[in-house]
């Protein structure tokens, strides 16, 4: 219980966080300084450098290809980086690219609060950024974050669960990174749904850190403590891909409900196969596309057009419509 304890602890200051995010009214823009309101024309070079997760996610690699696809198709020279979700490692890139004088930054980012120093100082040295996927703890450092609904979708998928579940029986929930607000939110939206529901218990949770093959390992020593569970709740369909392989090894394999989050081609397959009941799919494409096309535009006209922070609509996925899905992109 002290790392469920620990983890809920998490939850509420990503929930405050948030919560200050987006709590603020026109005064905090009589409070901005001049380096908050100054429009960043760029490093000097032609230069779009690109700083991501590891490519081991297909979302993180899909989201890297996409962008440097169209950072090129709008001409523009493009360098990109892996950070691996280190935090030393995401400094050090951001200061090659101040260094190598970038025309701007895109980055899902290694952890909410330690980027904000690196983006900071790449706008003194006149360097926009722009966030996808993952959201900062403030407002007016970088110039965009294009997040998915991480709230709304992990609902969505938590209320297709409880229903094939019956509204009862034992679970078991693999989290995300402790550093990641995304793992926090999705967290707390899955228990928001499934929480309301008494005779459903979560009996194991426990982090594997996003990753596939920690999850295997991380799933097989829960299943020797709880053979018995009927369903898995997953931060990420990495996760969920991981835990399926320690769950057919137990031949348990469509005996556990399985959900995940992300949208990825190996959970459309398992959904397909009927080893997975769902996702709920982030768009990895559009979020990565869009981000590039801000930057354009903000270094060409000084402004984006949009909020700072910006929502894209997660899709839920099922069996009823997972062959609409392919690559992270949902085609209706």
């Not at 691996?84 to 895109?106: R, Y």
């Not at 970088?142 to 019956?166: C, H, L, P, T, W």
Request: charged share 25%.
């Amino acid at each position: 219980m002290g790392r469920l304890k620990k983890f809920c602890a998490l939850i509420a200051s990503a929930c405050l966080m948030g919560a200050l995010f987006t709590g603020c009214g026109g005064s905090d823009t009589a409070q901005k300084t001049d380096t908050e309101t100054k429009t960043l024309t760029g490093g000097g070079s032609n230069t779009m450098y690109i700083i991501m997760p590891p490519h081991s996610n297909p979302f993180f690699k899909t989201e890297t290809e996409t962008a440097e696809a169209k950072a090129k198709s709008l001409g523009y020279d493009v360098k990109v980086l892996i950070h691996d979700d280190n935090v030393a490692t995401q400094s050090e890139l951001f200061d090659e690219a101040i260094n190598e004088k970038a025309a701007a930054i895109i980055c899902d980012n290694a952890s909410s609060n330690a980027t904000v120093i690196p983006i900071k100082k790449a706008r003194e040295a006149n360097i926009p950024t722009f966030l996808i996927d993952r959201e900062i703890t403030e407002k007016d450092v970088a110039i965009s974050q294009i997040v998915a609904d991480n709230y709304r979708g992990a609902k969505g998928i938590a209320e297709v669960f409880v229903e094939a579940m019956g509204e009862e029986g034992n679970y078991v929930e693999l989290l995300g990174r402790e550093t990641d607000t995304n793992a926090h939110i999705r967290s707390a939206a899955f228990h928001e749904v499934i929480d309301a529901y008494p005779n459903m218990k979560m009996v194991a949770q426990q982090t594997a850190h996003w990753e596939q093959t920690e999850a295997t390992e991380v799933m097989e020593r829960i299943l020797q403590d709880h053979p018995d569970i009927k369903g898995l709740v997953c931060g990420n369909d990495t996760m969920a891909v991981g835990a399926l392989t320690a769950i057919k090894n137990a031949d348990l394999l469509g005996k556990v409900i399985v959900i995940g989050l992300d949208g990825s081609d190996d959970a459309a397959e398992a959904i397909k196969a009927g080893n997975m009941l769902g996702t709920a799919l982030q768009q990895a494409k559009v979020m990565a596309e869009s981000a590039v096309e801000q930057a354009d535009k903000y270094l060409k006209e000084g402004k984006t057009g949009k909020d700072e922070k910006q929502l894209v609509d997660c899709v839920i996925i099922t069996k009823d419509n997972v062959a609409k899905l392919k690559t992270f992109v949902y085609t209706p």
